[in-house]
């Protein structure tokens, strides 16, 4: 299960921070998490995750603003968001899979476990 939290209302130029835990997953090693964003009548997309070995990875939009992070020994990862724009207000997905190839870390099919999704505003 993943289980995020964090979201909220903030400002343009305000920062938000987003946690996701995860329990009961396959050992962490072999986890990758990744957070997912999308608002109506769009496709999920993909904001960032974190690989195997640690390794980030963002998309163009954020890239500069957000920073993602892992605790493996907590099974955490959070989302550190700055700068943040209007176009950034979505709800926010954790997700997690243990056998994503590097190709697919961007693909929302490609990951089994989802978080609840928490609301995140920003307004002008």
């Known amino acids: 299960q993943l289980q995020a939290s964090g979201g909220g209302m903030v400002q343009t130029g305000g920062s938000l921070r987003l946690s996701c835990a995860a329990s009961?997953?396959?050992?962490?090693?072999?986890?990758?998490m990744g957070w997912f964003r999308q608002t109506p009548g769009k496709e999920r997309e993909f904001v960032a995750a974190v690989w195997r070995n640690g390794a980030p990875y963002y998309a163009a939009s954020v890239k500069g603003r957000f920073t993602i992070s892992r605790d493996k020994a907590k099974s955490t990862v959070d989302l550190q968001m700055n700068s943040l724009k209007p176009e950034d207000t979505a709800v926010y997905y954790c997700?997690?899979?243990?056998?994503?190839?590097?190709?697919?870390?961007?693909?929302?099919?490609?990951?089994?476990?989802w978080g609840q999704g928490t609301l995140v505003t920003v307004s002008s």
């Open positions: 009961g997953l396959m050992p962490s090693n072999s986890v990758v």
């Open positions: 997700a997690a899979d243990s056998r994503l190839i590097l190709s697919s870390i961007s693909t929302p099919s490609q990951y089994d476990y």
